[in-house]
């Protein structure tokens, strides 16, 4: 047997395996069914000292790895901000494996430089932007912030007659940073990265977590210094998006840069029912979204775009003998984000991208965000349940009134009887100081079939958990 046999039915047992794990349902179940210690104990060994068959290692790492997933692609997940994969994605994903493509130059992958440029049109596109925008595609929105902060770091001290390329930061003059006390944890790791942590001026919220405009404009009267500003796009928790037009327009009256943080927000610019929602958006100077969330591209995919392509090359520009570059102004996908070691991700966005169209975008953005809606307006009803935020996208914040006050441990029931019956998975945030359960709708598979089941489950978990409370344990099969 040739080793390109050998690998074709290595491929092929994956394949087979694949196609039961999806045929069977097994992604279906949200119940993670392995602990710690058990995968701990599959898992821990030494390093053998000989090789094993590629066969058998693969066969091992189903067995003892399929126990230990959390099935975050399926339709009643509802935790963090996941989406799922679509099909057409999975299988161009396999397909961008098997390439095995660095795209990062044209010269190590030109079919991946021209799609990304193709791509880099149809996001530009879709999200409303101007036409001059230049994209990058990113390991996720955490590097995407990152690469549109450094543009931002880039030309604001450029303005202020500074080259931090040359110089570096010691004796610039000192930015200042306005980001709202409800920004995502990457925003602050990619200032701290940037080594600006120190010029960093919080914004109060309102009680849907969007920058308040009277503390932003107060921010902006008591400090100096070239400006950055960090708005965002669809609030982790709640989904508010800040009021991006007056952010936009007090900013660039001081010559300051707005970047965007859009991690799945940035996605209702192309949903007909929610777009109003995001006004504005196409005034920012950067932007950072996700694929991988609403989109439902597999993991990993990050997206950065900029209204400012000179400052976007400038801050992660690469050269070096050995590199063969584009001429002639041809586009290189190195040049716009930071990793250069990169797989091709502008395959897969191509090919999610051109299989939903844009009226498939439209219709999985609108449905997810009906479907919260309906998830909200459902859970609202049952005595015990509030819902606490304005849902204007796809993120329900919810809170569970427990009988003794202790809110806290009453939530840690309902979420551990909803995660062990399967239905469905939730994950607890803390909303101003109140613990509550947040619940986000962004898988493609997702129907009212499915919400209603989660709300079954929810209702029921809320129940039990209060009855156990009054030692009068119901089981969760009456309510669900």
């Not at 994969?85 to 161009?92: D, E, H, L, N």
Request: glycine content about 8%; aromatic content about 6%.
């Amino acid at each position: 047997m040739t080793e390109a046999d050998r690998t074709a039915s290595l491929l092929t047992t994956v394949a087979r395996y694949s196609e039961r794990y999806v045929r069977d349902g097994r992604s279906d179940s949200t119940r993670v069914e392995a602990d710690r210690d058990r995968l701990r104990a599959d898992f821990v060994r030494p390093l053998p000292r000989r090789g094993e068959d590629p066969h058998d290692v693969v066969s091992e790492l189903v067995a003892r790895g399929e126990p230990g997933l959390l099935h975050s692609g399926a339709p009643t997940f509802l935790g963090f901000v996941m989406g799922g994969a679509y099909p057409v994605a999975v299988a161009t994903e396999w397909l961008t494996s098997v390439w095995d493509q660095c795209g990062a130059l044209y010269a190590t992958s030109p079919v991946a430089s021209v799609v990304e440029e193709t791509v880099t049109r149809w996001l530009i596109d879709l999200f409303g932007l101007p036409s001059g925008v230049s994209v990058g595609v990113t390991t996720g929105c955490a590097t995407a912030n990152l690469t549109g902060l450094a543009a931002a770091r880039h030309a604001v001290l450029a303005a202020a007659g500074w080259n931090v390329d040359d110089d570096g930061l010691i004796g610039a003059p000192a930015p200042r940073i306005l980001v709202s006390k409800g920004c995502h944890v990457t925003v602050s790791r990619a200032i701290r990265l940037l080594g600006m942590a120190g010029q960093v001026y919080p914004v109060d919220v309102d009680d849907q977590g969007r920058m308040s405009l009277p503390a932003f404009m107060d921010r902006l009267d008591t400090t100096s210094g070239p400006l950055i500003v960090c708005a965002q796009v669809g609030n982790v928790d709640s989904g508010s998006v800040d009021p991006l037009v007056d952010i936009c327009r007090l900013t660039h009256e001081r010559g300051g840069w707005v970047h965007v943080d859009a991690a799945f927000g940035m996605w209702a610019a192309a949903g007909p029912t929610v777009s109003r929602h995001v006004s504005g958006l196409a005034a920012a100077d950067s932007w950072a979204t996700d694929a991988h969330k609403w989109l439902n591209v597999p993991y990993d995919c990050g997206i950065a775009l900029c209204a400012h392509p000179d400052a976007h090359r400038a801050a992660l520009r690469t050269s070096a003998e050995y590199l063969t570059v584009a001429t002639d102004g041809d586009r290189d996908p190195v040049d716009y984000s930071p990793d250069m070691s990169r797989r091709a991700r502008s395959l897969v966005l191509w090919a999610t991208l051109r299989h939903l169209g844009r009226d498939g975008v439209a219709e999985l953005i609108d449905r997810c965000c009906r479907l919260a809606r309906d998830l909200a307006s459902n859970l609202d009803g049952e005595a015990g349940i509030t819902v606490v935020n304005d849902v204007v996208l796809n993120q329900v914040l919810v809170r569970f009134d427990a009988p003794d006050g202790d809110t806290a441990g009453h939530l840690s029931r309902v979420v551990d009887i909803v995660q062990r019956c399967g239905t469905g998975w939730a994950s607890p945030t803390t909303w101003f100081g109140q613990p509550t359960l947040r619940l986000s709708v962004c898988n493609w598979q997702t129907d009212r079939a499915d919400i209603d089941r989660c709300i079954a489950a929810l209702i029921g978990a809320h129940r039990e958990a209060t009855s156990l409370h009054h030692s009068a344990s119901v089981p969760l099969e009456e309510f669900v």
